[in-house]
């Protein structure tokens, strides 16, 4: 049992980790065993988040200080553990989510924020297929770059055929003269 002053300084660091995070996900581990939920949490870690168990009153309570809205508390049924990125890419955690719950169909995803949005199960799994925030800028970046790639091709395609008659004039110059 929980004292006050504990559960005090849990939902003070909870909405201390909430507070400009761009991914809480709740999610539902009942029938995980310890040693999947111990797997489940280092994997996490490697992507920059963490899991915790948590009570949902607490939970709910820290939500709340963060500044979340009120409509989370669709999902603090039952047991509830809350993943929380802790600089990591959310997507990327997204997608480890999806990957381990595919392996082990105990974790249910209840719902969460992403970017400050509520999302449900689904967008969960939808969200995990979005390609990362790296691969995104890389797609921008070379789709910024293409324009001006192909007008050095073009422009330098001119400077080459130019060349080619230079040569081609110089070649009958010095050919038609002997």
Known sequence: M????????????????????????MVDYKGLNVAQFN??????????AKIRVVKNKLLNLALQKAGF???????LTGTTAVVYSTGGE????????VKFGK???SLKFKGG?????????????????LPSRE?????LLNRMQAPITGLVFS????????????????????????
């Not at 809205?69 to 999902?75: G, I, K, M």
């Open 69 to 75: 809205s009120d409509e989370h508390s669709q999902f």
């Open 2 to 25: 929980l004292t006050k002053q504990q559960k005090v300084v849990i939902v003070e660091n909870l909405t201390e980790a909430f507070k400009d995070n761009d991914l809480v996900l």
């Open 155 to 178: 422009l330098s395609g001119i400077l080459r055929k130019f060349l080619y008659a230079l040569n081609a004039i110089k070649e009958k110059k010095s050919g038609g003269g002997e």
């Open 39 to 48: 797997e489940l949490r280092s994997m996490l870690s490697e992507t920059g």
């Open 113 to 129: 924020y992403f970017y400050g949005d509520l999302i449900n199960s689904e967008q969960v799994v939808e969200y995990s297929k």
């Open 135 to 139: 691969e995104l800028l890389a797609t």
């Open 103 to 105: 392996s082990n169909e």
């Open 90 to 97: 959310p997507v990327d955690i997204l997608k480890v989510l």
